[in-house]
């Protein structure tokens, strides 16, 4: 217990200490000091600050662990003065901004302080180059910004060439604010995903593929085998004329037309002789439907040629998720011939599979076909890939005499390929912003909704957007497009002729980033969609900081819109056509794949 009564008297580094009875009890707890020490208390209690040792700025010199941070000198002229206390306490009740603006307008430089060093003063060079440099980067961003805001202010006059010729200038040498937007999206060929990632996707697609081609085959044999004799017509014939004769079945024996048969119960001899040996001679493809048309064109198609017969079949190839799988016949195994083109009325032949060869079909021959499909009068698929082992092979079993049609055929590729470079030339690096617009152009001529163009809509159409054709080609070029005479060509067609196309591993990838897109299989994708799935991390110029990730996706979204007819969505034909004007300007295959691969993640 602590004696309150008693009183001493300590001393300690002059400090006087109170007796006991002025402190207070200790109850396990320390309260609060109800006085706090500050500098203005300690003022109070001691006239004389501590004294402050005289700043020595000669002995500073330059060193390795310099930094970049520029320092303010001090100036020594006014020391608090150390035996006064005003003199100590004014400048920390001077404003912090204006105490330091007094220093710096008196500008003053100590007598002591050595000259900078050439260390230093090459710092500062650099880093007020680099200063400048941003600054002037920053104002031609704002400069480009501006311009295009004011562009897009303005009012339209006239509607068609506003909206499909935007940004259209008299001098068409020059390239305009979406041109270069658009040749931004090239920047992701200059940085290619890593190698080992790269090579292990591709072995992954490649393994589905083969799996896809099996299950394929498998289910092909399953049909042809399985209903050779079953299906038979002769066994029908067989059964009707022995239904038609008078002699009671026996009752207790289940009638003929009811009982379920097997290939192993027939005892009726057939002169069909399909085997799994002469089905196992045949040629394997893949295929695309030529169609404006998301949902059909993105169909996966397989098909089959067999030369016994000279007959062919294609099946759909259905995925749903990721393990249910469906194969169903898109086009029922027969025997058929050309629909269009030099060999109109020919029967299909082993020559005429090649990568790139067009397969053409009366719709209203097959009645499984699709609605959308039933409305064009042609069915039109593009072999996008060939079994070449198995066609060389065959090739060298079966050999097929040349033609005047092959030569004849030879001559339009060379009429056409004429045309396209020239007008390659022009769609050099405005291929996007002319192609979309064509598109766009076509579709509103389109009154009819069919596809479908006269010459004179045609002659409009390249004059409109400058991409001048000399009278002799336009009209070698539309003896070959019109064989059926009409007057009347489908304009998909058209452009396909005159200005060419992306060969089909290009256009295999554009259908695979469309397809992951359009994941509800609808034929068009909301623009929110595509601004979610876009990825720009790994551009070029966002790697070395020269924009951001926001500003590549909104150039690439501005000038996507323009390739639409819809402001909110954009359909399979929009996006082919961008990336058709965008592949024109590239040369290497793998450069405009890496343009597709990175973005979209495919």
């Not at 040749?183 to 593929?209: F, H, M, S, T």
């Not at 017969?309 to 058929?336: A, C, H, M, W």
């Not at 299989?521 to 070395?544: D, E, L, T």
């Amino acid at each position: 217990m602590i004696n309150t009564g008693t009183q001493m008297d300590l001393e300690v580094k002059g400090v006087a200490a109170t007796s006991r009875s002025q402190i207070q009890p200790f109850f396990g707890r320390k309260k609060p000091l109800q006085q706090r020490w500050t500098s203005e208390s300690w003022t109070n209690q001691n006239s004389c600050p501590p004294v402050v040792p005289r700043l020595d700025l000669g002995s500073l010199v330059d060193s390795d662990d310099e930094d970049n941070f520029s320092y303010i000198p001090l100036s020594t002229a006014n020391l608090p003065n150390s035996s006064s206390t005003l003199g100590w306490v004014t400048p920390c009740q001077t404003p912090y901004t204006q105490y330091h603006l007094n220093k710096l307008d008196q500008n003053t430089i100590p007598e002591n302080l050595p000259a900078p060093t050439d260390k230093y003063k090459l710092k500062y060079q650099q880093s007020k180059t680099e200063i400048k440099e941003s600054y002037k980067q920053y104002s031609q961003r704002n400069a480009e910004n501006t311009k295009s805001n004011v562009t897009h202010k303005q009012s339209p006059r006239n509607k068609i060439d506003e909206k499909c010729v935007q940004d259209e200038e008299a001098n068409t040498d020059d390239l305009t604010t979406l041109d270069r937007k658009a040749l931004l999206q090239e920047g992701y060929a200059d940085n290619p995903c890593d190698k080992q990632q790269r090579a292990r996707k591709l072995d992954a697609e490649i393994v589905a593929a083969e799996k896809k081609k099996q299950i394929v085959a498998e289910q092909v044999m399953i049909d042809h085998l399985s209903r050779a004799v079953i299906s038979d017509p002769e066994q029908n014939l067989a059964i009707e004329q022995k239904e038609s004769d008078h002699i009671l079945p026996d009752s207790k024996m289940t009638p003929l037309r009811f009982r379920k048969r097997t290939l192993h119960e027939t005892k009726i001899r057939t002169h069909s002789t399909l085997t799994e040996n002469v089905l196992s001679h045949k040629l394997q493809f893949d295929g695309r439907i030529l169609s404006r048309n998301g949902r059909d064109a993105c169909r996966e198609l397989i098909g089959f040629f067999f030369t016994h017969d000279q007959s062919l079949t294609i099946y759909e190839y259905r995925q749903f998720g990721k393990n249910r799988t469906n194969v169903l016949p898109f086009i029922q195994k027969s025997i058929y011939n050309h629909q269009c083109g030099r060999r109109k009325g020919k029967q299909y032949r082993l020559g005429d599979f090649y990568v790139g060869a067009t397969l053409t079909f009366f719709s209203s021959d097959h009645l499984s076909l699709p609605e959308s499909i039933k409305e064009n009068t042609l069915l039109k698929l593009r072999i996008t890939n060939i079994d070449q082992i198995a066609l060389d092979s065959l090739k060298t079993a079966s050999v097929e005499q040349e033609d005047d049609i092959i030569i004849q055929e030879t001559n339009d590729r060379l009429v056409f390929k004429a045309i396209q470079d020239v007008l390659k030339e022009k769609l050099h690096k405005r291929g996007v912003r002319i192609l979309t617009g064509l598109g766009k152009y076509f579709q509103q001529l389109d009154k009819e909704g069919n596809g479908l163009l006269d010459k004179a809509d045609f002659k409009q159409a390249l004059k409109v957007f400058h991409l001048e054709v000399s009278e002799k080609d336009f009209e070698s070029a539309w003896l070959i497009l019109n064989d059926n005479g009409n007057g009347k060509v489908d304009y998909g067609e058209f452009k396909r002729g005159i200005i060419g196309e992306m060969n089909e591993y290009r256009k295999s990838y554009v259908r695979k980033a469309f397809m992951k897109l359009d994941f509800n299989k609808s034929g068009s994708v909301p623009i929110i969609n595509i601004r979610k799935c876009y990825c720009a991390k790994k551009h070029s110029q966002v790697i070395s900081g020269h924009s951001t990730e926001e500003e590549i996706k909104s150039s690439f979204l501005e000038t996507l819109k323009v390739a639409c007819s819809k402001s909110d969505e954009v359909s399979y034909g929009e996006f082919e056509d961008y990336y058709e004007g965008l592949s024109i300007g590239i040369v290497d295959d793998e450069d405009f794949v890496n343009i597709l691969r990175t973005p979209w993640g495919i």
